[in-house]
């Protein structure tokens, strides 16, 4: 096409741009979408809700942290960088097993929804003071096969036992290791902590003593039959596992991240570990290949028309000189060439 044709077009390049910006906006408002393959990331989130999860032994901006709430905060940064299409569901855990708090949404229809119930995760949800990793990590993993199996498992704790567990009646895993994929993220310092206690504002008015936390091992796994001897000296395989001399636990009113029990069970059940020492570990995590799925995926095309939109608005606000500018040494040039 000439200059002299395209002219009539530069004129008016502000007409045109207008009528452009306001044909996008039209269309925008009908939701304009488009089916395309795309990896996504399919998630179940439990997070461990028992108290000592409110042991502060993170610093984030030179501010003291819970393991809760680093614990959701690096949840919602991940939220954040999940595409279009990825679905995730949230769960807690105390005791010996789960409860699903959302079932799997789409991050980016659900955002608003699913950042606002990380946000409020509390230890007050909790329905017992007990903590038996194991048993509530295995019930994670059935939960998982029962609402989508395509769902990926992360299952976050400090791997704090309490009361502490009889050795010889840990429960096993009796599911086919891998056949749920995921990663047990540990939280909490290596170093023990004293547990605080909490007050309705979450203010610390004292830490739990030695004496006010179960020490011995008083929960196991029940076992069929036990000899005349086992019952007089008055075991139970569930309640009372080790008779009435149970073993004490010194420091059980201490926490700390319990990496080499988390392992264990990651090995166990196939699952990866990971310690969660930066907030955007979880996300990476989250969002790397080994963990999507192909599929087809709703892309909204709003953003991209948001985008050009934009684009004709700088266009729009360009003045008219330097367009002119523009054409005078176009010109210029290709009469040079002529002559040459």
Not at 291 to 308: C, E, G, N, V, Y
Request: charged share 20%.
């Amino acid at each position: 096409m000439s200059l002299k044709k395209l002219k009539p077009y530069v004129r008016d390049y502000r007409g045109i741009c207008l009528m452009a910006i306001l044909l996008m906006l039209v269309v925008t408002m009908f939701k304009p979408a488009i089916r395309l393959p795309s990896p996504v990331h399919h998630w179940f989130v439990v997070v461990d809700i028992t108290q000592s999860m409110n042991v502060s032994d993170y610093w984030v901006d030179g501010k003291s942290m819970s393991r809760l709430e680093f614990s959701k905060r690096a949840i919602r940064q991940a939220l954040s960088h999940f595409p279009c299409g990825s679905k995730v569901a949230l769960g807690v855990f105390t005791e010996r097993s789960i409860v699903t708090v959302l079932k799997p949404l789409e991050v980016c229809q659900h955002f608003n929804a699913l950042d606002e119930t990380v946000a409020q995760l509390d230890w007050r949800m909790a329905w017992a003071a007990d903590s038996f990793i194991a048993h509530g990590l295995f019930d994670a993993i059935t939960k998982v096969k029962k609402i989508d199996s395509n769902l990926r498992l992360a299952f976050i704790t400090d791997g704090h036992q309490a009361p502490p567990l009889s050795v010889d009646n840990t429960p096993k895993f009796e599911g086919k290791a891998g056949q749920v994929l995921g990663a047990i993220f540990g939280v909490g310092g290596d170093k023990p902590a004293p547990i605080p206690k909490l007050d309705e504002k979450n203010n610390v008015t004292g830490y739990w003593d030695k004496e006010e936390v179960m020490r011995f091992a008083t929960f196991g796994v029940n076992r069929k039959t036990l000899s005349v001897l086992e019952m007089e000296e008055g075991y139970h395989g569930r309640n009372s596992p080790h008779g009435n001399n149970p073993a004490e636990a010194e420091n059980a009113h201490l926490s700390a991240l319990n990496k080499a029990h988390l392992t264990q069970l990651a090995n166990q059940t196939g699952l990866e570990y990971i310690t969660l020492d930066q907030l955007s570990t979880m996300s990476s995590l989250f969002n790397s290949s080994q963990f999507s799925k192909w599929q087809m995926t709703q892309i909204d095309l709003r953003p991209w028309m948001a985008t050009i939109c934009l684009l004709m608005a700088i266009l729009y606000l360009i003045p008219k000189w330097v367009y002119q500018r523009i054409s005078r040494l176009v010109l210029l040039r290709r009469k040079n060439e002529v002559s040459s």
